[in-house]
T-cell receptor, first 114, second 119 residues
Framework: DTAVSQTPKYLVTQMGNDKSIKCEQNLGHDTMYWYKQDSKKFLKIMFSYNNKELIINETVPNRFSPKSPDKAHLNLHINSLELGDSAVYFC?????????????FGPGTRLTVT | AQKITQTQPGMFVQEKEAVTLDCTYDTSDPSYGLFWYKQPSSGEMIFLIYQGSYDQQNATEGRYSLNFQKARKSANLVISASQLGDSAMYFCAMREGLGIYNQGGKLIFGQGTELSVKP
């Protein structure tokens, strides 16, 4: 059973398009995250949600809009895609915001904007 | 200022030898956690080991151990008896504000160290 799943795994699209990435976790965790890994492999937090409420928005352009319909799902919608949005996007979850334990990552979605 | 610094962009190690990957961190928070993740060429992020700031003993998980030196703010990963499958990118990360003083739970990552194991 996959703990954190993301779809799609690969996404190739043109500039200006709108796309969504879906994430689901079956661990019963309260907190979910989106991270972006750039071409130099640097990972940076984008958003954090706790029980469907936005906790962290790390100065991400407002073309990026996360949505959490329930605490097991955190989707990422991106409007008007730009070349610089090309990256690998990881969804992750943890038991709670203050938990000391592991943060579980999904397999990643490689977004390529042409 | 960098909160997590990994000064070794790339390292080589001979199979079956031990290797240490360096990580230093910067925080004024007394309650934090330090993590190491492995990212093989397939791209997934694999959790390796965790150390809490109040843990008295260094964490160990199989062939992985974390050399935690709190006063020096370092959290080096030691891999014993390297295997070819250990070739990957390794990331050190920190979560500040554990417990009730949490800051949203985000992980702050270092730049990563690419480890290559030679046969």
């Amino acid at each position: 059973d996959t703990a954190v799943s993301q779809t799609p795994k690969y996404l190739v699209t043109q500039m200006g398009n709108d796309k969504s990435i879906k994430c689901e976790q079956n661990l019963g965790h309260d907190t979910m995250y989106w991270y972006k890994q750039d071409s130099k492999k640097f990972l940076k937090i984008m958003f954090s949600y706790n029980n469907k409420e936005l906790i962290i928005n790390e100065t991400v352009p407002n073309r990026f809009s996360p949505k959490s319909p329930d605490k097991a799902h955190l989707n990422l919608h991106i409007n008007s895609l730009e070349l610089g949005d090309s990256a690998v996007y990881f969804c992750a979850s943890s038991q709670s915001q203050g938990a000391s334990g592991e943060q579980y990552f999904g397999p990643g979605t490689r977004l390529t904007v042409t | 200022a960098q909160k997590i610094t990994q000064t070794q962009p790339g390292m080589f190690v001979q199979e079956k030898e031990a290797v240490t990957l360096d990580c230093t961190y910067d925080t004024s928070d007394p309650s934090y956690g330090l993590f190491w993740y492995k990212q093989p060429s397939s791209g997934e992020m694999i959790f390796l080991i965790y150390q809490g700031s109040y843990d008295q003993q260094n964490a160990t998980e199989g062939r992985y151990s974390l050399n935690f030196q709190k006063a020096r703010k370092s959290a080096n990963l030691v891999i014993s008896a390297s295997q070819l499958g250990d070739s990957a990118m390794y990331f050190c990360a920190m979560r500040e504000g554990l417990g009730i003083y949490n800051q949203g739970g985000k992980l702050i990552f270092g730049q990563g160290t690419e480890l290559s194991v030679k046969p």
